[in-house]
């Protein structure tokens, strides 16, 4: 069972969005289909960005033929990886009239990425998180970039070759989603498929931005995401203490 709370995405489910969402295992991505399938057409019409390790999943084929983007993390692979994902958004996004587009800005699994994460915010002085990892810039600017209407949060005029192709109004939201399991036990895929653990609930929390809220200079974009982060710390421990 999935339990939905926070601001009503059904009412921006029209219009075009970015979904950013804390990510804790594979079952994620099963846990916000389900809760996006009564959300007018936003299903059809979302595109996905997920791990490399999805490709090999049940649903990899299907995912890849609906144009999703499978980015592979690492600092190796940082920069070529960015680069991929903005000629594939120009290529597809609008080509295929998607509306939604859904990434995982942590980079990774939090139990993969927590360590790390906190070695980073020790020497940053940044706050120290155990429900979520501090958030990486590159793919959310990526999308900004290129899908968010000029002049719509300081975008220079003309510089984003996806709208001008296009009548779209580019993306108009964030809608910041927060997956809370019970106990903090996260659900993988192989569990949502066979159904080996006891029937529990799920929280997802929504709050929407509108984009012209959110900063497109890197410096402040980053600490706009940090924040919307550590409030997703501050949502999780209080489920976490309170059930």
Known sequence: TVVEWGDDVKAVSEDEAMVL???QATGDVCTLMMCLQDK????????WLMDHIFKYTNFGIVSLIHGDFFIRQGRAHRDQQLVLLKEHLEKYYRSRNRKWIVLFPEGGFLRK???????????NNLPFLKHVTLPRLGATQVILKTLVAPQENG????????IKESKSKGLQW???????YSKG????????????RQPTVTHVHYRIFPVKDVPAEPEALTNWLYQRFIEKEDLLTHFYETG
């Open 21 to 23: 969402v804390n990510h």
């Open 40 to 47: 007018g057409t936003v299903v059809r019409q979302m595109m």
């Open 113 to 123: 990425r927590r360590e790390t994460s906190q070695a980073f915010a020790k020497k």
């Open 155 to 162: 975008n220079p005029a003309g510089r984003d070759a996806v």
């Open 174 to 180: 964030v809608i910041d989603t927060t997956i809370a």
């Open 185 to 196: 036990e996260p659900i993988d895929i192989q569990t949502w498929i066979l159904g080996y």
